[in-house]
């Protein structure tokens, strides 16, 4: 009997894979990826979601693409026998501009000699694929808050993305409420979109607070009451009220005070709702840990200590932040 002999892949082959691995173990565990969904080409809808992707044939090779909304239907309708000709309402959209641009690591490989014996005896190729999964999830993470809080990310900003960084110019999220202050309190922070005026802007609603916030009954009720004034569109959220909301990431910090109960009763009544009384998809989310009224409070373990992020519907596409609100303690 004849055997035949070992028949390695091709190399091709042996990378594709390798990719592939790659991919799967650098998919991002956070609340910002779990509630996500797609542009709809067809439709020319939105998704309701926080964290929108957008299909590369969209942008058909350039690094940006133009994407429009389609309105609803809003004008009133005839009555009777009253003459419908002439009363035809034609379609309403909105349009945004998105950007992308190339982001890449990469790692060496010996090719020959003992460095290469060595490599292949410790599998330290194979040893990359996890380090690049670790290194891809906190990168699109980085890239993530970047877009949700400065507007773009560092790979539409930075100094060498060709193209795409003199149009993505830096500039604090349009929409901050600052804890402390009223839901209609003149105080807050009007926006300009001047980066300087606005950032100064946002120091003295900070100033006028008075410091760090713990959260609060009050402090949640002006946030829901603020989101109320904007205007904010709410997400579907099962076991909300009407079952529609907001999502509001906090930090480690600011979560171990959710955690104690008696705090909870002492602070936020009965209106607090743990986890384990929610919506058994909505505690499948990363970091959710209960909800109060409107707002579905989940950990953001990447947030800073003193500040907190109100997510609501559209967070990001391909780094260009549609309609966000952030809220600093």
């Given at each position: 009997?004849?055997?035949?002999a070992?028949?390695?892949?091709?190399?091709?082959?042996?990378?594709?894979g390798l990719?592939?691995?790659?991919?799967?173990k650098?998919?991002?565990?956070?609340?910002?990826?779990?509630?996500?969904?797609?542009?709809?080409?067809?439709?020319?809808?939105?998704?309701?979601?926080?964290?929108?992707s957008?299909?590369?044939?969209?942008?058909?090779?350039?690094?940006?693409?133009?994407?429009?909304?389609?309105?609803?239907?809003?004008?009133?309708?005839?009555?009777?026998?009253?003459q419908?000709?002439?009363?035809?309402?034609?379609?309403?959209?909105?349009?945004?501009?998105?950007?992308?641009?190339?982001?890449?690591?990469?790692?060496?490989?010996?090719?020959?000699?003992?460095?290469?014996l060595?490599?292949?005896?410790?599998?330290?190729?194979?040893?990359?694929?996890?380090?690049?999964?670790?290194?891809?999830?906190?990168?699109?993470?980085l890239?993530?808050?970047?877009?949700?809080?400065?507007?773009?990310?560092?790979?539409?900003?930075?100094?060498?993305?060709?193209?795409?960084?003199?149009?993505?110019q830096?500039?604090?999220?349009?929409?901050?409420?600052?804890?402390?202050?009223?839901?209609?309190?003149?105080?807050q922070?009007?926006?300009?979109r001047?980066a300087?005026?606005?950032?100064?802007?946002v120091?003295?609603?900070?100033?006028?607070?008075?410091?760090?916030?713990i959260?609060?009954?009050?402090?949640?009720?002006?946030?829901?009451?603020?989101?109320?004034?904007?205007?904010?569109?709410?997400?579907?959220?099962?076991?909300?009220?009407?079952?529609k909301?907001?999502?509001?990431?906090?930090?480690?910090?600011?979560?171990?005070?959710?955690s104690?109960?008696?705090?909870?009763?002492?602070?936020?009544?009965?209106?607090?709702?743990?986890?384990?009384a929610?919506?058994?998809?909505?505690?499948?989310?990363t970091?959710?840990?209960g909800?109060?009224?409107?707002?579905?409070?989940?950990v953001?373990?990447?947030?800073?200590?003193?500040?907190?992020?109100?997510?609501?519907?559209?967070?990001?596409?391909?780094?260009?932040?549609l309609?966000?609100?952030?809220?600093f303690?």
């Amino acid at each position: 009997m004849n055997m035949a002999a070992y028949t390695p892949l091709a190399k091709e082959s042996h990378r594709v894979g390798l990719d592939k691995e790659l991919r799967i173990k650098s998919r991002l565990a956070s609340i910002y990826t779990d509630v996500q969904g797609q542009y709809n080409t067809e439709k020319k809808q939105i998704p309701n979601a926080i964290y929108m992707s957008v299909d590369p044939k969209e942008l058909s090779g350039s690094s940006s693409a133009v994407i429009t909304m389609k309105m609803n239907l809003r004008q009133d309708g005839v009555y009777g026998n009253m003459q419908a000709t002439g009363t035809e309402e034609g379609a309403r959209t909105k349009s945004f501009r998105i950007f992308r641009n190339n982001r890449r690591k990469v790692v060496s490989k010996p090719g020959y000699g003992v460095d290469k014996l060595d490599a292949d005896f410790l599998k330290l190729f194979e040893k990359h694929i996890d380090e690049l999964a670790i290194w891809n999830m906190d990168d699109e993470d980085l890239h993530i808050h970047q877009g949700l809080i400065e507007t773009f990310g560092a790979s539409l900003t930075h100094e060498e993305a060709m193209g795409t960084n003199t149009v993505c110019q830096r500039n604090l999220n349009p929409n901050i409420f600052v804890a402390g202050l009223g839901a209609y309190d003149v105080r807050q922070p009007v926006y300009n979109r001047n980066a300087a005026t606005y950032t100064t802007n946002v120091q003295n609603a900070l100033t006028a607070a008075g410091g760090a916030k713990i959260l609060t009954s009050n402090w949640l009720s002006n946030l829901s009451n603020y989101a109320l004034k904007k205007r904010i569109e709410r997400l579907d959220i099962p076991g909300l009220p009407g079952n529609k909301g907001y999502i509001v990431t906090i930090s480690e910090l600011q979560a171990m005070y959710l955690s104690d109960p008696e705090w909870c009763k002492n602070n936020l009544g009965n209106l607090w709702i743990q986890k384990t009384a929610l919506s058994e998809k909505v505690m499948g989310w990363t970091g959710v840990i209960g909800s109060y009224k409107d707002l579905l409070i989940a950990v953001d373990m990447d947030s800073i200590q003193d500040s907190i992020t109100f997510s609501f519907q559209y967070a990001q596409t391909a780094s260009c932040t549609l309609r966000r609100l952030d809220v600093f303690a």
